[in-house]
């Protein structure tokens, strides 16, 4: 399996009755689908050795993004500021984006035969930007209902 080169950055957004700070999170791809058909060459280098094709595609790329918080309030009696919970939230995010798919091949092996291409490299070329989680409370329902 190929791994990306490319790790996605995101800035977290949220909105709470509590004060809260942003604490990262992590992406799990999903799935993909291809956006269209169009295949555009970038680059074709024939040596040798063998031959390297650099494509570019458009994705639209299927995400589950987990974002951490930390939650806190400020008491009302003396102004300091209470912490009050650590919590995750997720959330399913459809990404389109412009990726990179770096293709080789050796000279030993035929470049007709499809089954003797390697795919070297995935490079995503956008960024997330802002994922927005919406909604942050201090607990959900079923883990208010455990503490009872």
């Keep these: 399996m190929v791994e990306l080169s490319t790790e996605l950055e995101f800035n977290q957004q ?4 509590c004060i809260w700070e942003p604490e990262g999170g992590e992406i799990n791809y999903e799935n993909f689908s291809f956006v269209n058909h169009d295949i555009k060459v970038i680059e074709s280098n024939i040596e040798s050795l063998g031959i390297n094709i650099l ?4 994705l639209n790329i ?10 806190s309030h400020t008491d009302s009696i003396d102004g300091d500021v209470v912490d009050l919970d650590a919590i995750t939230k997720e959330i399913e995010k459809d990404f389109e984006t412009k990726v990179h ?5 050796d000279s030993t092996r ?9 795919i070297v ?5 956008d960024q997330l930007g802002t994922v927005d989680f ?3 409370e201090q607990y959900d329902d079923t883990d208010h209902d455990e503490e009872i």
């Design 134 to 136: 919406g909604e942050l």
């Design 121 to 125: 490299d995935v490079t995503i070329i």
């Design 14 to 17: 949220a909105d709470s009755t």
């Design 62 to 71: 299927r995400l589950i993004i987990e974002g951490h918080f930390r939650l």
């Design 101 to 105: 798919i770096l293709i080789s091949c």
């Design 55 to 58: 494509l570019e595609v458009l």
């Design 110 to 118: 035929d470049i007709n035969n499809v089954d003797d291409l390697e």
